[in-house]
Each structure stands twice: as C-alpha cells, then as structure tokens.
C-alpha cells in the first residue's frame, strides 16, 4: 500500500528564513515522489519531482530512500511562497500502484 | 490552452437531486483520476480510470458513480447527494507508461441546498 505523511499541518516562518517542509513516504517497491501546490484560489499544480532533480521556485527536494523522505526546502523563504504544499506519490508495477497518493498537506505561511 | 477542463467551476444541487460532473482533456492521458478536497484537507481520490479499466477507491461510497465514455471525457455522477457530499472535486489526468505528472482542473464547487 502506498502512504505518504506530512507531520506537519502549519509551517509559519519570516522572509529570508529558510523552510523545510517534510513529506515522508510508504512503499515497497521504487516510487516516484511529487511535491504540488496549491495557491490562494488556483489550481493545484506540480511543482517539483524527484526524478528530474531540479530546482524550481528555488525549492529543491531530495529523495532518501533510507529514509524513506522527500523533504521540500528552500534556503530563503518569500512570501509568495504562501500556499499548501502536497507530497505525493505515484508507484510502478502492476495494479493500481500507478496512481497517485497525496499527504495531507502543509499550509506554508510567509511573514513579512 | 487549459488542458483538463472541469465544467462547472460551481455547481448547487438539492439534497438528494442526482448531479453530475464533467471532466474533458486534451492531452490523451490513459488515466483519469477523480479526488474530493472538502475545506483544508488534502485530495481524497474516489476513483480512477486507466484506459476503460474503472478503479474504485475501498472507502468511496456507493453514492458515488463515474462514466468515461472515450479516451477525452469523464463523468462524476452523485446520485443522491447529502450535505457532506459538499466540497471541491478535482479532475486530474496522468500517463501511465512513464514518469509523469498529473495535471489537475480547476475543479467544480458543489454547494448542497
């Protein structure tokens, strides 16, 4: 079965703090990790994968497999960054581990 | 250039007055999902579609039904909705056969009167 878990259901930090969002993860087999987002009034919208190891927004997230995180984090937070952030995770394998599982959220919140 | 198209974006029914949900796309995923998101919770997935194949979550209830009559279009049909039946339901679309996203709709906003 697939799980994901985001202990933490706010996160408030200043400007030019640096945050991190943690997102931790249950799988048995090799799971592709997502963090989406969803600002104020828009759609919800990938913003990274684990898979391409890129920075966006200047976030970065890097999978732990001993771990078993994907941790979101941002050296200097801003306050456009204010949004709920979602992990989530989609498997490979046969049947229904494709799909994709999201946590239950981080409400991000940036203080000027 | 939206390319999962959620109609309505808010939609009110009646308790217990059938409504449905429409969800089209454009970008020839095989798979569709449908989530429920009520007030500051995550998304709850109901159901999914890979291709026909129709894939319900354990804990979605009966009252819930969905259609995916071809590849572009998908239903979600409420048959008697309640007042708990009341959230935002998104429609998303992914490809199986590689490392992909999902790309979501604006969602519809079901009020229940």
């Known amino acids: 079965a697939q799980r994901v878990t985001q202990p933490e259901k706010l996160l408030s930090v200043f400007k030019g703090a640096p945050v991190e969002l943690k997102c931790n993860y249950s799988y048995s087999g090799s799971p592709e990790l997502f963090w989406y987002v969803q600002y104020s009034r828009q759609r919800l919208q990938l913003l990274l994968r684990?898979?391409s190891r890129e920075s966006i927004k200047g976030f970065t997230a890097d999978l732990n497999k001993g771990e078993t995180s994907f941790h979101l984090k941002k050296p200097f937070a801003q306050e456009e960054d204010s949004a709920m952030y979602y992990c989530a995770l989609s498997g490979q394998g046969g049947g229904s581990n494709y799909k994709l599982t999201f946590g239950k959220g981080t409400l991000l919140t940036v203080n000027p | 250039d939206a390319m999962v198209i959620q109609n309505p974006r808010y939609q009110v029914t009646q308790f217990g007055k059938p409504v449905t949900l429409s969800c089209s796309q454009t970008l020839n995923h095989n798979v569709m999902y449908w989530y429920q998101q009520k007030s500051s919770q995550a998304p709850k997935l109901l159901f999914h579609y890979y291709d026909k194949d129709f894939n319900n979550e354990a804990d979605t209830p009966d009252n819930f039904q969905s259609r995916r009559p071809n590849t572009s279009f998908c239903f979600l049909d409420i048959r008697s909705p309640g007042l708990g039946d009341a959230a935002m339901y998104l429609c998303?679309?992914?490809?199986?056969?590689?490392?992909?996203?999902?790309?979501f709709g604006q969602g519809t906003r079901l009020t229940v009167v």
């Open positions: 684990h898979i």
């Open positions: 998303a679309t992914s490809r199986v056969g590689g490392w992909t996203e999902a790309f």
